[in-house]
């Protein structure tokens, strides 16, 4: 059995939509949307494909990921490998591999090409750090959640993906671990046996192709599949809460640290305590459920 992620992520026209439609339907309540074709109003749309990338910037050399040899007991922080950007494209393009190029600084390297693209009106507050993701085809990027908990922009150019997303209010379902923005699970292939709470998990799906937006609220859990090699670009903007805010703020400087140094000072032992924890807290999600559950029953019959 599958984890249930049928209901589709909404979709509107990136074009067409307002201002005050996307404020008031999608960032003050936090859902998330497509928005198709929103980047076809920017150079880049047309402009920005793998022979431009190779001739405007292939020499220089990026370190890139591999998804089978990532610790799930670590964030990603050393490159697996080092090759010429060049190289890199031209395997994605055409042969295997499980190489992943994420969060580079594209615009460090060519500063021109912001001129490119823009920040889309439908919004403000955005914050200028524009990232870029590169994968080949079938690559996955395991579930997680933003560390600064922005509001993310993410636009797809070459190729496609495939979207997961889950609310943060599901976080203990996911069996999110302690001190981390990470799950061990794989919604793919969810192991119902060691993790029964993702019986209880609901999701929602979506394909980005060319030129589509995906607006992602913050804290929103995201899984994302390669369906075909490509890249896409992301943006952020800051989360509307303080509240959130502040806890971006704690996750990228306290949180983080003192993770790096329990794990490093107890090893493989603070990554069993930590998915220790992390089911401890899916049972009492799973008890909470069905204590309302049975609450809701008893209203219906008085």
Do not use: C
């Not at 984890?3 to 003050?28: A, H, L, T």
């Not at 998330?32 to 001739?55: C, D, E, H, M, S």
């Not at 090699?229 to 806890?247: A, D, E, I, M, N």
């Not at 640290?257 to 401890?280: P, Q, V, Y």
């Amino acid at each position: 059995m599958s984890i249930d992620v049928s209901k589709p992520i909404p979709i509107v026209d990136g074009q067409k939509i307002s201002r005050e439609e996307f404020e008031k339907n999608y960032v003050k309540p936090q859902k998330p949307v497509i928005l198709r074709g929103l980047w076809k109003q920017y150079p880049a749309y047309a402009k920005w494909n793998y022979a431009f990338f190779k001739t405007t910037m292939g020499d220089v050399e990026v370190g890139l990921y591999s998804s089978t040899k990532a610790d799930p007991s670590k964030t990603m922080s050393e490159p697996t490998v080092k090759m010429k950007f060049s190289e890199y494209l031209q395997l994605i393009e055409k042969e295997p591999t499980d190489l992943r190029l994420f969060l580079f600084p594209i615009f460090k390297y060519k500063p021109e090409l912001l001129k490119d693209f823009d920040y889309p009106t439908i919004t403000k507050n955005y914050m200028k750090l524009p990232f870029m993701f590169f994968g080949p085809k079938n690559a996955i990027t395991r579930m997680h959640q933003d560390i600064d908990m922005s509001n993310v922009f993410l636009t797809q150019f070459e190729g496609k993906k495939r979207v997961v997303l889950f609310p943060p209010d599901q976080s203990d379902l996911l069996y999110r671990l302690p001190f981390n923005v990470h799950s061990t699970v794989d919604i793919d292939k969810p192991d119902y046996k060691e993790y029964p709470a993702l019986k209880y998990a609901k999701g929602l799906t979506g394909i980005l192709e060319y030129g589509d937006t995906l607006f992602m609220p913050s804290g929103y859990w995201h899984h994302i599949e390669y369906v075909e090699g490509g890249y896409g670009l992301s943006v952020r903007s800051l989360p509307t809460q303080f509240s959130v805010k502040l806890k971006g703020f704690y996750n990228l400087t306290i949180q983080r640290k003192l993770d790096d140094m329990l794990r490093f000072t107890f090893g493989n032992k603070w990554f069993e305590l930590k998915k220790s924890i992390a089911k401890k807290r899916a049972e009492r999600a799973i008890k909470r459920m069905h204590k309302n559950n049975a609450h809701s029953g008893d209203l219906a019959f008085q």
